[in-house]
């Protein structure tokens, strides 16, 4: 079992920085790893994901250049590096994990963090 900690959000202005961490208990490096935020009224979304390894990430097409996702499966933790951060990205990220190797996950997550609100002012 993975229990995640999901902290770093805070108010930043528009192309200011912010980096979220997700720290996990458990045999975490057999995990993929996810972000994902969900905006006031929207649905919950994917942001980006890195296999269990590191070695592969993937991103949504909204983040792409901009949000960069990285592990240190020694520390236990995922963290999401957010640059050029636009009003639009304003929302409450969480993290998720999932039992297997690869980034691109075809199925649910297994499970979550309890989310860390971000908010981007323009």
């Known amino acids: 079992q993975v229990h995640l900690v999901d902290s770093g959000g805070g108010l930043v202005q528009a192309g200011g920085s912010l980096r979220v961490s997700c720290a996990a208990s458990?045999?975490?490096?057999?995990?993929?790893v996810g972000w994902f935020r969900q905006a006031p009224g929207k649905e919950r979304e994917f942001v980006a994901s890195?296999?269990?390894?590191?070695?592969?990430?993937s991103y949504a097409d909204s983040v792409k250049g901009r949000f960069t996702i990285s592990r240190d499966n020694a520390k236990n933790v995922v963290d999401l590096q957010m640059n050029s951060l636009k009003p639009e990205d304003t929302a409450v990220y969480y993290c998720?994990?999932?039992?297997?190797?690869?980034?691109?996950?075809?199925?649910?997550?297994?499970?979550w963090g309890q989310g860390t609100q971000v908010t981007v002012s323009s």
């Open positions: 890195i296999s269990w390894s590191g070695g592969s990430t």
């Open positions: 998720a994990a999932h039992l297997g190797p690869y980034a691109v996950v075809p199925g649910p997550w297994d499970y």
């Open positions: 458990g045999i975490f490096r057999s995990y993929a």
